[in-house]
């Protein structure tokens, strides 16, 4: 029975246990499997449980998004929810506008207002999404931290970076740090080897920005221009001496999928630590490789 004496012994029950095993008592005999269960238990302890409604909502849009026109029917025989649960988170759709009924033959089938809930999801988190693992795995190997960062604008934004996972990392946090595409490596390395029409349009813009800011205006087009040459030629770009970091350098690659750059790749290392040729050395076949790795994972995933 499932009284409110049984519920109580429960509640008692399941407190002396956790009060066992918090305490690390050690126990023995009919009551390890007990324990051994309750620890079990208590790891996949959430804080609530799933709400079903969502679940269901999102498993019919999903199911529908691979299908132009779905019945109830359909939807039934692939998720086995019933029938009546199905009319009603689709009534529900229908009246937010994800989902439109055609009266004729009682099927359903998605709105263009679906689009609106990945338009907050650019190519940027596919990056992310596709480097992470290979970002990890090089700090784990090389111990010091990689980031990745994106086009944004006239510069690029960091939008992932192992410093959490590094002992020596010259930086205390660096998400959603912007830096210039003429001046940090980073950016430098998308400049160098993103389209030639699409270089120009940002050199335009990083020269229409200077003009506002004397401590920019330091590099005419031509000098940035010989400078992008050299980075296309050895295959990756560093960090310039007068950025305020004069501790610590960074050497990029771009990450490259069909002649497009969708991010770059970076590796930070204290100058003290390592002299620069044999930073290049250590770093630069690493790098190039997880690149490519990178470009792999996103042209799989997309």
Partial sequence: ???????????????????????NVPLGGIFRPIIVAFKRVR????????????ERSLQILELMNTNKVSSIADIHTK?????????????????????????????YQLTS????????????????????????????????????????????????????????????????????LDKHALGLAYLAFCPIEERQILVNSISDANKHSPDAAQRPDAMLEQRLRVIEKQGFSERDMGTGYENSNTIAVPIMVRNRVLG???????????????????FLEPLQASADAIARNVETLS
């Fill in 264 to 282: 770059t790749l970076g590796i930070t290392y204290f100058r003290s630590a390592l002299k620069r040729n044999d930073a290049i050395k250590t």
């Fill in 113 to 180: 207002r679906v689009m609106s809930l990945s338009s907050g999801f650019h190519s940027d988190p596919l990056v992310v999404e596709a480097g992470r693992v290979h970002a990890i795995a090089m700090t784990k190997k090389l111990t010091w931290p990689i980031a990745i960062s994106v086009l944004d604008g006239s510069e690029v934004v960091i939008r992932f970076s192992t410093i959490p996972d590094s002992p020596i990392s010259p930086f205390h946090a660096t998400i959603n740090m912007r830096l210039s």
């Fill in 1 to 23: 029975m499932n009284g409110p004496s049984s519920r109580v012994r429960h509640s008692v029950l399941q407190k002396n246990l956790h009060q066992l095993y918090c305490c």
């Fill in 79 to 107: 998720t086995q929810l019933p029938k009546a649960t199905i009319v009603r988170l689709l009534q529900t759709l229908e009246q937010l506008g994800y989902v439109s009924r055609d009266v004729r033959h009682s099927e």
């Fill in 43 to 54: 790891l996949n302890m959430t804080s609530y449980a799933p709400v079903r409604s969502v």
